[in-house]
């Protein structure tokens, strides 16, 4: 560095100065680029939390004299696509499918009860197991229950007596072997001799 002349001197200086300057733009672009990540990171939605899907619950409503329950969800984000019902297998009923119209007819079951003891103007207690499709705000979903419907004896003048149909209320949610669950009901209210 002794055998330098000012002109070599003066170049390394501005090397060292290009250099740091380099240097600065490095640190600043780095710097501009975590402002920037940051930022993008702010923007970002957070993430949905998803919440816990609640059971379906089903109401009714009697009409035509007790011969027919309209079956409706009381929340109108679920829609009703179709159901399965399903009745106490020492009944021999088979079971009934619904399509863009729930509801429970009276006459899918009259028969078979009309055939059983019971007196007229006497409450009874029907055990069914209803399986729904059903659109939650437009996803597809599935929910299987054990209602009971009540019904109360009326005489006709010709012919035997019908079950008019008041209303239905929940027992227990559907899971694993819901047809013998809802025969195991069937035979705890109505005992064989």
Same mark, same amino acid.
């Given at each position: 560095?002794?055998?330098?002349?000012?002109?070599? &001197?003066?170049?390394?200086?501005?090397?060292?100065?290009?250099?740091?300057?380099?240097?600065?733009?490095?640190?600043?672009?780095?710097?501009?680029?975590?402002?920037?990540?940051?930022?993008? #990171?702010? &923007?970002?939605?957070?993430?949905?939390?998803?919440?816990?899907?609640?059971?379906?619950?089903?109401?009714s409503f009697a009409g035509d004299d007790g011969r027919l329950l309209s079956i409706a969800s009381p929340n109108p984000d679920r829609v009703i696509q179709? *159901?399965?019902?399903?009745?106490?297998?020492?009944?021999?009923?088979?079971?009934?499918?619904?399509?863009?119209?729930?509801?429970?007819?009276?006459?899918?079951?009259?028969?078979?009860?009309?055939?059983?003891?019971? #007196?007229?103007?006497?409450?009874?207690?029907?055990?069914?197991?209803?399986?729904? *499709?059903?659109?939650?705000?437009?996803?597809?979903?599935?929910?299987?229950?054990?209602?009971?419907?009540?019904?109360?004896?009326?005489?006709?003048?010709?012919?035997?007596?019908?079950?008019?149909?008041?209303?239905?209320?929940?027992?227990? &949610?559907?899971?694993?072997?819901?047809?013998a669950r809802l025969d195991a009901k069937w035979a705890r209210a109505n005992p064989t001799p």
């Amino acid at each position: 560095m002794a055998d330098e002349t000012p002109a070599q &001197r003066r170049r390394r200086w501005l090397t060292i100065g290009e250099t740091i300057g380099v240097l600065a733009l490095l640190i600043s672009a780095a710097s501009f680029w975590d402002s920037h990540q940051q930022r993008a #990171e702010e &923007r970002k939605p957070a993430p949905a939390v998803k919440a816990a899907i609640k059971p379906l619950m089903l109401t009714s409503f009697a009409g035509d004299d007790g011969r027919l329950l309209s079956i409706a969800s009381p929340n109108p984000d679920r829609v009703i696509q179709t *159901q399965t019902i399903l009745f106490p297998t020492p009944l021999a009923i088979d079971k009934v499918d619904t399509v863009g119209n729930p509801r429970i007819e009276a006459g899918w079951f009259a028969g078979a009860l009309n055939k059983l003891p019971h #007196e007229s103007g006497r409450p009874g207690r029907l055990p069914v197991a209803i399986v729904t *499709q059903y659109l939650d705000d437009g996803v597809a979903r599935e929910d299987s229950a054990i209602y009971e419907i009540g019904y109360r004896w009326r005489s006709r003048l010709i012919g035997s007596d019908v079950p008019g149909m008041e209303g239905m209320t929940l027992v227990s &949610r559907g899971g694993a072997k819901l047809q013998a669950r809802l025969d195991a009901k069937w035979a705890r209210a109505n005992p064989t001799p």
